[in-house]
């Protein structure tokens, strides 16, 4: 719990406030108890005052009119009329606060019993028969805690302005984000409310396709809200599973071409699985048995393309057996096509394999770059099933851009580490021993980057004597 309590105190808004709440800390660790719960509650209106006159300097009409009170009742000085203005200020800083929505009911409710606790610490006179006020430590560690993580260490960002914030943010037309940044500016410092309030927003848009007033197309609006809900979910992932599973019933009546777009938007997400259920699976069944036919030259259409792209999805093919069946009776071209829309370790097998039945030199380097976006899910036993079946085919090992893919693929497979080095250095060998083959497909640029990259030792007529 201490270091749980330091960490607070270190993320505290205000450079002005954090002494205050040190302070508390520190008397709670001396065993001054009254002094704690006394320096909490200081902390605590010192901070509300603080964020108020933020938010005027910001422009809030509201916060203007506490801050001009806060100028006259500092214009009067220390005599009495300057002390008696400054506590009725200090009696209403909760309910400013609450006002304000720098709480919530609940946190007003926390912080008006450390202000109780604080007057009964500067005042033992407020107990019957004389008796002093002694409050347990365990209260004042809790006070301090509560102070913290309700109030201090959050900015002075109002719930509903935050909201508009991270609407505005959504509709950027430079939007560019990462789960980190979002997590940072809408989630982290957020209060608890304000927090599922936007975590619901996102949902509602990425499963419904809501119009976000005309400001950009609503199934745009809908990826970007996915994105969104992704990195909340990293953090906060029962809270978006709850917002997503209460759109569930309106999800279900919507046309076609929207739940097959939020099909393809969230069908790699655990939390839209869990509001599927078997009456919505058929239905997406149904849906793809219609939408994921050919066009007269063979070729798929980009939303069949997106639709079948989900086979590469655990979840996808659990709940949606069908999948499987419709991707494997596609093409190699029309795979080709479905796997270049999204690598994932799914397809590795299915890559290796057009590597050996490559029938001409475009497909074969076709494959070969697939097998370059795949990189990163390749192992040192797939990796080396790879190299085995790129040679064994000359469609592939005698094609024109392959010799380059083999140097991309190695770079790519950095994540493989220095293991990687004898199985390319065996596919150069090979190649290499091939009676009467052009120098290109020798593949000299890939010798060379393993002597770059350290992977095999250089030549002995290269190695200084």
Known sequence: MAVDLETLLAQVWSPDVRPLAEEAWRCYNAGAIRASIAATWSAVSADIIVKLIHLADEGDPGAQVFRQQVVDAQDKGLNSGGVSAMQKIEGSLV??????????????????????????????????????????????????????????????TQGRKLVDEFKNFICDPLFASSPSHIQAAFHDRARTATCRSIIKLAALAAMLEVDPDGRMPAAAHADRMAFALRAFAEVNRDAVRDAVGATRERFQVLGGEIQLRTLVRMGDDDYFWASVDQTMATRFEALLDSSTTSGPNGTLPPAAVSVL???????????????????????????????????????????????????????????????????AFLTLSTLGEALGAWFANGQCRDAGDMPGLAVQLVHATAHLGAARGPLFSEFVAKCEAV???????????????????????????????
């Open 309 to 375: 792209a989900l086979v590469s999805s655990n979840y996808a093919r659990e709940r949606l057996p069908n999948l499987t069946v419709r991707f494997k009776q596609l093409s190699d071209f029309q795979r080709r096509q479905v796997i270049a829309l999204g690598p994932g370790e799914f397809f590795v097998p299915t890559v290796i394999e057009m590597l050996r039945t490559a029938g001409s030199f475009r497909s074969g380097e076709a494959v070969g770059r697939l097998l370059v976006q795949h990189a």
């Open 95 to 156: 309910d400013k606060a609450v006002d304000f929505e720098l709480i919530d009911s609940i946190g007003q409710r926390e912080l008006d019993r450390i202000r109780e606790d604080r007057h009964l610490c500067s005042h033992p006179s407020l107990r019957m028969e004389g008796e002093v006020y002694s409050p347990r430590p365990e209260a004042a560690r809790a006070h301090l805690a509560i102070a913290l993580s309700t109030l201090l260490v959050h900015p002075p």
């Open 435 to 465: 009676p009467g083959e052009i120098e290109q497909y020798n593949y000299p640029e890939l010798k060379s980057a393993l002597y770059t990259l350290e992977l095999v030792p250089p030549p002995v007529d290269t190695m200084p004597k």
